[in-house]
């Protein structure tokens, strides 16, 4: 009887967590390169449409602060970034019926690695707007993500 008492909140732990790793975001972050990033991003999401709203709308918060603070020769770049979110959102918004969301994304993440380009090509430091820009990219990254993570389900 011990035994299956023990056997009985083994398993009870198992589930438990199982099911705290979902509430947590572990499931929207399967395929992410910076996990506890990505976990901390679709943080308190129920479902998948919540994860990427949440993880779009930090997107877009870091893209803000770089536009602030970035050189300004990536001010087009940044805008690009911003508009592709924005499309994004809408997409998101509007049940991504024709598939193009990871489509969006990815030319978000596009549009700021040209600010880097940009800067190297014109002889300038490229570092600084690789520091600057490490953060919108890995934001970024948790959307393409969180985005793979509905086909995975």
Same mark, same amino acid.
């Given at each position: 009887?011990?035994?299956?008492?023990?056997?009985? =909140?083994? %398993? %009870?732990?198992? =589930?438990? %967590?199982?099911?705290?790793?979902?509430?947590?975001?572990?499931?929207?972050? @399967?395929?992410?390169?910076?996990?506890?990033?990505?976990?901390?991003? =679709?943080?308190?999401?129920?479902?998948? +449409?919540?994860?990427?709203?949440? *993880?779009?709308?930090?997107?877009?918060?870091?893209?803000?602060?770089?536009?602030?603070? @970035?050189?300004?020769?990536?001010?087009?770049?940044?805008? +690009?970034?911003?508009?592709?979110?924005?499309?994004?959102?809408?997409?998101?918004?509007?049940?991504?019926?024709?598939?193009?969301?990871?489509?969006?994304?990815?030319?978000?993440?596009?549009?700021?690695?040209?600010?880097?380009? *940009?800067?190297?090509?014109?002889?300038? +430091? @490229?570092?600084?707007?690789?520091? %600057?820009?490490?953060? =919108?990219?890995?934001?970024?990254?948790?959307?393409? *993500?969180?985005?793979?993570?509905?086909?995975?389900?």
């Amino acid at each position: 009887m011990v035994d299956l008492k023990r056997c009985i =909140v083994a %398993l %009870l732990s198992v =589930v438990y %967590l199982s099911l705290a790793r979902h509430v947590d975001g572990a499931n929207f972050c @399967g395929t992410a390169m910076d996990k506890p990033l990505c976990e901390n991003m =679709v943080k308190g999401a129920a479902n998948w +449409d919540e994860a990427i709203t949440k *993880a779009v709308t930090q997107a877009m918060a870091e893209v803000a602060k770089a536009t602030q603070s @970035g050189n300004p020769k990536c001010k087009e770049a940044y805008t +690009d970034t911003e508009d592709k979110l924005k499309e994004s959102m809408e997409t998101i918004k509007s049940g991504n019926k024709d598939g193009s969301l990871n489509f969006q994304i990815s030319a978000a993440l596009t549009s700021l690695e040209d600010c880097t380009n *940009a800067l190297k090509d014109l002889k300038e +430091d @490229g570092a600084a707007a690789e520091k %600057l820009n490490h953060g =919108v990219e890995q934001a970024i990254r948790v959307c393409l *993500a969180v985005d793979t993570s509905k086909s995975a389900a």
